[in-house]
């Protein structure tokens, strides 16, 4: 069988299972069991698959098929302007949370120097993307999963960033390394209630520990605010992703433990997504 029919039979299983981008999905998993890019693919759909590699892709359809994500199919996820590898251990990186990444880079545009705190690094996309977009920053993560760990050492390996980067595996609660000039965060905040009526896609397959935000959907959040208090220089600024219906909440929570709101900056579908504050 050549690329091409490999591709249209995916396409009919994953079209069958109601899998949206099906076409787009069936390419991507091509590429990914021959080793290719896209474009290869794009050019080359009369080349015959070996059987090896036809059986390959035929596995990544049928896991497709049960929702399982592409980007943990391909172990990758592209975030901001840098490609991270993933895996069922951490959250995949949403288009949503590069708004703290943007608001970073806008913030400290005329800062030649700053120690950042990622509190629950995850595959490290925040972070690492700051830090490589600037040379002179250090940063620091912390995270209660040892494999998110391992998986921002590698991200930060490949995206060269490796020496300005410290790791360390703690709850939140108990850590107390360092005084930052930036703290950021992108905690579990969905309502434990909730969780049940996520995609498929997301709570069959996605870490729980990334997604729980508890029987409010803020004792992460409440965890995360009050050790930045602690953590974080006088003036520093804190940059926080919260859901969508919980920027009235937490305001009150951020205000209690000493800090101003600069601004609440809304995503690409309109929803409060993220809360800049200053410390004072």
Known sequence: MNIYSAIIKGTKILNDNLILSSHLDAELLM???IKKD????LLNSNKELRPKA?????????????REPIAYLMNKKFFWKFEFYVT???LIPRPDTELIVENVLKLTK????????????GSGCILLSILKERKNYSGTGVDISQKCLNISKINAIKLNVNSRLKLFKSNIDKFTLGKYDLIVSN???????RLKYLDTDVIKFE??????GGLDGLSEIRKVIRKSSELIKKNGKFILEIGYDQKNKVTKLLEKEGFYINSSIKDLANNDR?????KI
């Open 31 to 33: 590429a990914q069991a």
């Open 38 to 41: 896209r474009k290869y693919i």
């Open 54 to 66: 036809l059986n390959t892709f035929k596995n990544l359809i049928k896991k497709r098929s049960f």
């Open 88 to 90: 069922m251990d951490t």
């Open 110 to 121: 005329h800062k030649n120097k700053l120690n950042i705190l990622d509190i629950g690094i």
């Open 187 to 193: 905690p579990p905040y969905i309502i434990k209630q």
């Open 207 to 212: 870490p729980n520990l990334a997604l729980d």
């Open 274 to 278: 993220c809360i800049v504050s200053t």
